[in-house]
């Protein structure tokens, strides 16, 4: 079972950066697809990203493309996201999740409840 710990948001404005971190306590964190969602005030979760197990394969939202970016150090059991050029629109708690199945272009890796498990959340807030 993997306990996933996110890190890193925070208050931005408009145009900066942040890097997300999520740990896995986990000692198989490499055999899991990891997805990034984010759920704004009042909305449904969204999917933002998704890697592959080897970390060669990802997927990524229409609207962060270009900006975002996910990485992963399986050594570290961490997954990454890192986001560029933010904009008021990706404020959101931001939730990493893991799934041994899913693959990772898969339209099932882009559902949330298609995922295992789920860390507790880091809140991003774009100022403008």
């Known amino acids: 079972q993997e306990q996933l710990v996110e890190s890193g948001g925070q208050l931005v404005q408009a145009g900066g950066s942040l890097r997300l971190s999520c740990a896995a306590s986990?000692?198989?964190?490499?055999?899991?697809?990891m997805g990034w969602f984010r759920q704004g005030p009042g909305k449904e979760p969204e999917f933002v990203a998704a890697?592959?197990?080897?970390?060669?394969?990802?997927a990524y939202t229409d609207s962060v493309k270009g900006r975002f970016t996910i990485s992963r150090e399986n050594a570290k059991n961490t997954v990454y996201l890192q986001m560029n050029s933010l904009k008021p629109e990706d404020t959101a708690v931001y939730y990493c999740?893991?799934?041994?199945?899913?693959?990772?272009?898969?339209?099932?890796?882009?559902?949330?409840?298609?995922?295992?498990?789920w860390g507790q959340g880091t809140q991003v807030t774009v100022t403008s």
């Open positions: 999740a893991a799934d041994r199945t899913l693959t990772t272009s898969s339209a099932r890796a882009r559902v949330p409840r298609e995922y295992d498990y």
């Open positions: 986990g000692r198989t964190f490499s055999s899991y697809t």
């Open positions: 890697i592959s197990r080897g970390g060669t394969i990802t």
